[in-house]
């Protein structure tokens, strides 16, 4: 059974920091896309940010300069550091397992930016 799990999120201030992790299980993640996404409320999800299986990373332009993925393949994890937050960053977190013919979803994390 795969299973995606998501942690870290919480309320923040603007200019704060918060780090998601992602926790995966039953599937091989070595050779997954992993990345990460939101959806903010009344809003379609959108990707954040992805990293390959050889950590080539892909960001969002608003999380450019601000966000930074990473990946622990020994330890089946992924994470997302997030500088300076903004109100706008306020969403709820997916994390991502990709490949071709496989596609899974962890429940989410919710993020509120706001002083």
């Known amino acids: 059974q795969v299973q995606l799990v998501e942690s870290g999120g919480g309320l923040v201030q603007p200019g704060g920091s918060l780090r998601l992790s992602c926790a995966a299980s039953?599937?091989?993640?070595?050779?997954?896309?992993m990345g990460w996404y939101r959806q903010a409320p009344g809003k379609q999800r959108e990707l954040v940010a992805v990293i390959s299986h050889n950590s080539n990373t892909n960001y969002a332009e608003s999380a450019k300069g601000r966000f930074t993925i990473s990946r622990d393949n020994a330890k089946n994890t992924v994470n997302l550091q997030m500088n300076n937050l903004k109100p706008e960053d306020t969403a709820v977190y997916y994390c991502?397992?990709?490949?071709?013919?496989?596609?899974?979803w962890g429940q989410g994390t919710r993020v509120t930016v706001s002083s």
């Open positions: 039953g599937i091989i993640f070595g050779i997954f896309t």
């Open positions: 991502n397992a990709n490949k071709p013919l496989r596609d899974f």
